[in-house]
């Protein structure tokens, strides 16, 4: 299948300071990548769809300015969590979406944010 | 009532047990069905992906849908300690009406113990 690299894996930062995740579709091109956030025993909650060389489409209730995504090539989606906070500890996890390829939803390791 | 409902569990089994896993959903659009398995602080990697009603299989997993009755399971047979994760079942309608974005399940959370 498809490889998906997300760096960092583990985070931890300062309330107050700015993150940000790279999502890399290492052997494929992906015009599409969403970012999921999901809390202990819970589900995968989609926060975003990101398509390339466009602005992300952000679900009800996610702040786009809290949560600055870019997908400015077809290989690479960043999210930035802006102003972290305490609540805003989570996993983040993306993945990328190949239409036509078995399966065709890939996801990355996840990145574990914890905001002191 | 949730789109697609899954049992979070902990479900829990010896060693060598055949395992089944459900989910239901509410949607007649979704029409591709996947499992997923998530090892703890890991991303979700796929195990099957079906597109029809009936049965697929692979190695010791089979995947179960029946459209009628809006239910899809998943089966593990012959169960490893190494099979202890969280599955996540994820549904879609079709891509071409623009609905490729998949609903997941909750996750149901499977121990085998030697």
């Known amino acids: 299948g498809a490889v998906v690299s997300q760096h960092p894996s583990w985070v931890i930062c300062k309330s107050g300071t700015s993150v940000k995740i790279e999502c890399r579709s290492l052997d494929f091109q992906a015009t599409t990548m969403f970012w999921y956030r999901q809390f202990p025993k819970q589900s995968l909650m989609l926060m975003a769809t990101s398509n390339e060389g466009s602005k992300a489409t952000y679900e009800q209730g996610v702040e786009k300015d809290k949560f600055l995504i870019n997908h400015a090539s077809l290989t690479l989606s960043t999210l930035t969590v802006t102003s972290a906070h305490p609540e805003d500890s989570s996993f983040y996890i993306c993945s990328a979406y190949v239409a036509g390829v078995p399966g065709e939803l890939f996801f990355g390791e996840g990145s574990r944010l914890t905001v002191l | 009532q949730k789109e697609v409902e899954q049992d979070p569990g902990p479900l829990s089994v010896p060693e060598g047990a055949i395992v089944s896993l459900n989910c239901t959903y509410s949607n007649s659009a979704f029409q591709y069905f996947m499992w997923y398995r998530q090892y703890s602080r890991k991303g979700p990697e796929l195990l099957m992906y079906t597109y029809s009603s009936g049965n697929k299989e692979d190695g010791r997993f089979t995947a179960q849908v029946d459209k009628s009755s809006k239910y899809i399971s998943l089966f593990i047979r012959d169960s490893q300690p190494s099979d202890s994760a969280t599955y996540l079942c994820?549904?879609?309608?079709?891509?071409?009406?623009?609905?490729?974005?998949?609903?997941f399940g909750r996750g149901t959370s499977l121990i085998v113990h030697p």
């Open positions: 994820a549904m879609r309608g079709l891509a071409s009406g623009g609905s490729y974005i998949p609903t």
